[in-house]
């Protein structure tokens, strides 16, 4: 064999055990970072579990709103968990909605021990939908940030108790994200593209599912006619073809673009407004 020969396998090797790497690094269980209660707000609510489809179980708290049939779901970012979201819940529960969350599989208190990027979050998701029906909800809506988001736009098409959708920075292809987060961290475009798709490849051949298949882009469409909400910041590195995203949802779709946010980063740039347009998208559209 010659030199060239060589080199050429040994750069090939070198690759695959990157793309190994990676997939074993980015769907490894994610660890409880911050504690936070919702009582820190003085609401009450009841620490709950629901078990999964495929035996999983995930943990969370409930926040019930007397006399309402309307709930939110609130789905966290990748490596975080609902503490970091429960800022967000006295509003809707003065507006009336019920609010649930909970942490991912392979997050926080929740069992699991890897992350599939959506294609088995959905399951978490739908779990959550049915412990919502078993304590009487009618009306059922999403709201989900980057991570949460994705898993937000898989799910809606093939679980039609969910009324609504709101995705806040949820990215429009696997790659795009997964590229974001290297450039962040000053790799070269072109590596960031090679190591990402070298990343999804290794990681559906371990889940025996083609990641590719599971992308937003492929299924925001299928949420029809249900209405979706996409809150979105020009500079936003995880969602840069944002714009295929919003052409491939079909109505009723709203959109809220800031030319100044990044990567959810609207609630913080403007909190009230941020609050206002999610209270009046569930209220329009969840009775």
Known sequence: ????????????????????????????????????????????????????????????????????????????????????????????????????????????????????????????????????????????????????????????PICPDIKAVITDGGPTRLMTGAGAWAVERGLPLWLTKVLAWLFFSMTSLRLGVNLFQYEPIRWVGKISPRPILFIHGDHDLYCADFDDLYAAAREPKELWRLPDAGHTTASQLYPEEHTRRVIEFFNRYLG
């Open 1 to 156: 064999m010659t030199t060239l020969l060589w080199i050429l396998l040994f750069i090939l090797v070198l690759l695959l055990a990157a793309g190994i790497a990676l997939s074993f690094h980015f769907t490894r269980r994610s660890q409880l970072g911050e504690v936070h209660s919702p009582d820190e707000y003085g609401l009450q609510f009841e620490p709950i579990e629901f078990k999964t489809s495929d035996g999983l179980t995930l943990r969370g708290v409930w926040i019930p709103a007397s006399g309402s049939d309307k709930a939110i779901i609130i789905l966290h970012g990748h490596n975080s968990s609902y503490d970091f979201d429960i800022y967000r819940a006295p509003a809707l529960h003065e507006a009336s909605f019920n609010v649930l969350l909970f942490d991912f599989r392979a997050h926080g208190r929740s069992e699991g021990n890897r992350m599939t990027f959506g294609y088995e979050e959905r399951r978490d998701v739908l779990g959550a939908v049915e412990f919502l029906q078993y304590r009487g909800m009618q009306h059922i809506g999403l709201l989900g940030f980057s991570y949460g988001g994705l898993t937000a736009m898989l799910t809606a």
